[in-house]
């Protein structure tokens, strides 16, 4: 019963016309995923605008003038938290100080693991947004801000936020089922960006590549994972388009069954907007089906 109405609401709200908004505050994301999800929220009174742009990554983000000038005179700026956007600390008292940050991380309800062992940073791990159930509590917080700041589109945003519910149910459903038959499979992956998603849909911990992104795995760890690789016959190992060094991954696995292969938790080839969620969501579990799946 669920399932239906959750699919009548995912399939009618791309056509219900939206209501007459009054102009949205200026509002700052600063990863695509995120975005992804305010503008969902923010359709039909204004888009935001994104902070992270390109192949950019959150680990290594350097200032330009164009992402200076996306912050001044922003209202509302949106990170998942200090753990992963520290750079924002430091910009926004001399770019927007009068923006309000939005921390996700701190959003009531959400589910926080934290680093597992030998990870790059002693804290929570950032990833949130690749937990669906996660997503849902990130608009319903997006809804709530929104409506602060512009009460006169409240309404809006809330209807917004509930088509997004929707469809993210359906989603969940869909990746669920596409994903039971690699339940338990041994794989490696770049660096620990997977627990979110792969609690969620109930995958293996990968043996991980590098603990820190922006530093080069050591001799030993290597050792570790090429001995990981062999005795276990892993069949992937997953590098990542805005980190990864595929030459060395191309290295780790020559001589044995596993092949490398490219997982992308921030979306870096899709168009920005509201649909990038789903679309990186979706291609997570192609590129994990396609690598891991018992022939």
């Known amino acids: 019963m669920r399932l239906a109405l959750v699919l009548i609401l995912a399939l009618a709200a791309p056509w219900l016309p939206p209501p007459a908004a009054a102009d949205a505050p200026g509002a700052v994301a600063s990863i695509r995923p ?3 999800l305010l ?24 200032l330009r003038p164009s992402a200076a000038r996306r912050l001044a005179g922003a209202g509302l700026v949106v990170r ?7 750079f924002l600390d430091r910009l926004l008292p001399t770019l927007a100080d009068r923006a309000r940050l939005v921390d996700l991380v701190d959003s009531p309800g959400l589910v926080l693991y934290p680093r ?22 990130i608009v319903d917080r997006l809804a709530g801000e929104l409506a602060a700041l512009d009460p006169a589109n409240a309404g809006l945003y809330r209807e917004n936020a509930l088509a997004m519910t929707a469809r993210i149910r359906v989603l ?8 039971a038959p690699l339940a338990g499979l041994p794989w490696v992956a770049f660096h620990d960006a997977w627990r979110y998603f792969g609690t969620r849909y109930g995958l293996a911990p990968p ?7 922006s530093v080069p795995p050591g001799a030993a ?13 892993i069949r992937c190992v997953f590098v990542e388009p805005a980190v990864a060094d595929n030459r060395l991954a191309a290295a780790l696995v020559r001589g044995t069954v596993a092949r490398v292969a490219v997982l992308d ?23 994990l089906v396609d690598c891991l799946a018992p022939d």
Not at 80 to 86: C, D, F, K, N
Not at 267 to 280: K, N
């Open 80 to 86: 998942v938290g200090p753990s992963l956007e520290a």
């Open 116 to 137: 597992r062992p030998g990870g790059d940073i002693a804290d929570s791990d950032p990833h949130i947004w690749l937990d669906p159930e996660n997503a849902i509590v």
């Open 172 to 179: 969940d459903d869909e990746l669920a089922a596409r994903l």
């Open 265 to 287: 938790p921030l979306g870096i080839d899709l168009a920005p907007g509201p649909d990038l969620w789903f679309g990186l969501m979706r291609g997570l579990a192609d590129g």
């Open 207 to 213: 043996g991980i590549l590098v603990a820190d992104p």
């Open 39 to 62: 503008a969902g929220v923010m359709a039909g009174a204004g888009e935001p605008t994104l902070l992270v742009d390109g192949a950019q990554s959150p680990h290594d983000f350097a």
């Open 34 to 36: 995120v975005h992804a």
């Open 221 to 233: 760890r290597l050792a570790r994972i090429r001995a990981r690789i062999e005795d276990e016959a």
